[in-house]
C-alpha cells in the first residue's frame, strides 16, 4: 500500500511539472491576400501596376499551399481582358517565404521556385524578391503590396 502510495506521488508530481506542449502559432502570413500595387524592376526600367482600378488579384495562402486568381474587371469584354492563375507549394519562414509554382496557366513558369522577404504590418503584407524564368525571358525585382481579406 505505502509502494502504490509513493508511486501516485511520484506520478502526479511528474505530470504536474510536465510542460503541456503548445501549438506554435500560425505564421502571419497565412491567410487571403488582396493585391493593391506590384512593382517590377529590371535594369533601370520600373513598372507600377495599381490593382485597385480596372483588374483584381487574390493570393492564398495556406501553411503548406499557395494559390493567386488574377482578372480583369470588365469580365474580359475589351481589350483589358486578362485571365492569371496558378499555385503550388509553399516554405514559410520567419521573414522568409518561397513559392514553388506547380501549377500556372503560363506554362513556362511552373515548375519555377521564387524566393521572397516578407514583412505583415496589421493588415498588410509587403513581399520582395527576384523572379527569374529563363524560358520566358522573366529576370526582375517584384515587389508587391496587399491588404488582407477580412470574412
Given at each position: ?83 492569371t492563375a496558378g499555385g503550388g507549394r509553399v516554405k514559410i519562414g520567419e521573414g522568409k517565404y518561397t513559392e514553388l509554382l506547380d501549377y500556372c496557366n503560363y506554362r513556362e513558369w511552373e515548375g519555377g521556385t ?38
Amino acid at each position: 500500500m505505502k509502494f502504490t502510495l509513493i508511486c501516485l506521488s511520484l506520478l502526479t508530481v511528474v505530470a504536474c511539472n510536465t510542460p503541456v506542449s503548445k501549438e506554435p502559432s500560425p505564421s502571419p502570413i497565412i491567410g487571403t491576400w488582396k493585391l493593391i500595387s506590384g512593382t517590377t524592376i529590371k535594369g533601370t526600367d520600373t513598372t507600377t501596376t495599381d490593382y485597385t482600378k480596372g483588374k483584381e488579384m487574390i493570393k492564398i495562402i495556406t501553411a503548406t499551399h499557395f494559390s493567386f486568381l488574377n482578372h480583369d474587371l470588365n469580365h474580359g469584354k475589351d481589350s483589358t481582358a486578362s485571365f492569371t492563375a496558378g499555385g503550388g507549394r509553399v516554405k514559410i519562414g520567419e521573414g522568409k517565404y518561397t513559392e514553388l509554382l506547380d501549377y500556372c496557366n503560363y506554362r513556362e513558369w511552373e515548375g519555377g521556385t521564387f524566393d521572397f522577404d516578407y514583412t505583415v504590418s496589421g493588415d498588410s503584407l509587403s513581399i520582395i524578391g527576384i523572379e527569374k524564368v529563363e524560358k520566358a525571358g522573366i529576370d526582375h525585382l517584384n515587389i508587391e503590396k496587399y491588404v488582407r481579406i477580412k470574412n
